[in-house]
T-cell receptor, first 110, second 112 residues
Framework: QKEVEQNSGPLSVPEGAIASLNCTYS??????FFWYRQYSGKSPELIMS????GDKEDGRFTAQLNKASQYVSLLIRDSQPSDSATYLC??????????FGKGTRLHILP | DTGVSQDPRHKITKRGQNVTFRCDPI?????LYWYRQTLGQGPEFLTY????????KSRLLSDRFSAERPKGSFSTLEIQRTEQGDSAMYLC??????????FGPGTRLTVT
């Protein structure tokens, strides 16, 4: 089992709708979780971090964490074409190392 | 700009040559990380420093790779005797302890 798993996509969402991106992780003791956005040819950009179970909102973005299910998600409300990118889920594991998933490609349809 | 910077942004080299990349982290960050990313993959951890100490190296890092952070500020990553399989984006990130990591723009290496 991979340490951090994401559906590679592409996930196509109409403009203005909610995009839902999901991630599961294998290390039960992980405590810190991050979402990065990466445009093609660019480096990853941190958009959200979450450390506690529940929801954390920042503008149009909401991160959700369920440690019992080892599941973290990112919701993007009112999706815009500029949200089209690859979204990387990252988890701080027991070795104090951040492990990245392969990313989910999101395509917002105008 | 007080973000992470990397130099060069692009490097084309012939197989067998040595290359060196530089990373300047955010000034108050004590940790510096190197990652490698290929198309369709997430960043893969290579090594990291806390201040000037190199704390961990990935098994991905062969003997041809070496990294330094001599004064706990900037870092260099050297690849000796480059191979075509080394072609990738090399990313540097910095953080304060184990908190959020911020990435530089990356160095794209092409080995011909």
């Amino acid at each position: 089992q991979k340490e951090v798993e994401q559906n590679s996509g592409p996930l196509s969402v109409p403009e203005g709708a909610i995009a839902s991106l999901n991630c599961t992780y294998s290390d039960r003791v992980s405590q810190s979780f991050f979402w990065y956005r990466q445009y093609s040819g660019k480096s990853p950009e941190l958009i959200m971090s979450i450390y506690s179970n529940g929801d954390k909102e920042d503008g149009r973005f909401t991160a959700q964490l369920n440690k019992a299910s080892q599941y973290v998600s990112l919701l993007i409300r009112d999706s815009q074409p500029s949200d089209s990118a690859t979204y990387l889920c990252a988890v701080l594991n027991r070795d104090d190392k951040i492990i990245f998933g392969k990313g989910t490609r999101l395509h917002i349809l105008p | 700009d007080t973000g992470v910077s990397q130099d060069p942004r692009h490097k084309i080299t012939k197989r067998g040559q040595n290359v060196t990349f530089r990373c300047d982290p955010i000034s108050e960050h004590n940790r510096l990380y190197w990652y490698r990313q290929t198309l369709g993959q997430g960043p893969e951890f290579l090594t990291y420093f806390q201040n000037e100490a190199q704390l961990e190296k990935s098994r991905l890092l062969s003997d041809r790779f070496s990294a330094e952070r001599p004064k706990g500020s900037f870092s260099t990553l050297e690849i000796q005797r480059t191979e075509q399989g080394d072609s990738a984006m090399y990313l540097c990130a910095s953080s304060r302890d184990e908190n959020e990591q911020y990435f530089g723009p990356g160095t794209r290496l092409t080995v011909t």
